[in-house]
């Protein structure tokens, strides 16, 4: 089944163009190549599931370029990954704040019957299908880290 976020990005390039809007239109066409560059290398049409891991890897080194560009003290730079980062942003879900993601943990906890830190892994496997796209995974370590060790 074809992406409909995919759908919603190349409708969004249209209107980007049509408003000569330049620099949104550079970002647009950036993910479109990404997400064309794994269909094409996969042999296969993308569904929603397949872009969103591409957009979120994508806004992943957004965040990387953004923290590089802060401790260098560049600010144009800063000012421009902060900008690609909230045109990103919009093709992802919404992410879940502490106090949902808490909740998650707790319930796939209890679901696993994890104990302790040795039993981390089980529940990192569990737990990522669940929040993929909707939480970043070192904050779900850090969080299951901190549930099961204290």
């Known amino acids: 089944m074809p992406s409909e976020i995919l759908a919603r990005i190349k409708q969004d390039t249209v209107a980007a163009m049509k408003a000569k809007d330049k620099a949104r239109l550079g970002i647009l066409r950036q993910v479109s190549a990404a997400i064309k560059q794994v269909e094409i290398d996969e042999r296969r049409e993308?569904?929603?599931?397949?872009?969103?891991?591409?957009?979120?890897?994508y806004a992943k080194q957004v965040r990387d370029s953004l923290?590089?560009?802060?401790?260098?003290?560049?600010?144009?730079?800063?000012?421009?990954?902060?900008?690609?980062?909230?045109?990103v942003k919009e093709y992802l879900p919404a992410e879940l704040d502490d106090t949902e993601l808490a909740a998650i943990v707790d319930e796939t906890i209890a679901e696993t019957g994890a104990s302790g830190p040795r039993d981390m892994g089980a529940v990192m496997k569990a737990?990522?299908?669940?929040?993929?796209?909707?939480a970043d995974g070192s904050r779900v370590s850090a969080m299951v880290k901190s549930k099961l060790v204290g």
């Open 46 to 57: 993308l569904d929603d599931a397949g872009v969103l891991a591409i957009l979120q890897k």
């Open 67 to 87: 923290e590089s560009a802060e401790k260098a003290g560049r600010d144009e730079a800063v000012a421009e990954a902060e900008a690609e980062l909230a045109i």
């Open 127 to 134: 737990i990522m299908p669940r929040v993929t796209g909707r």
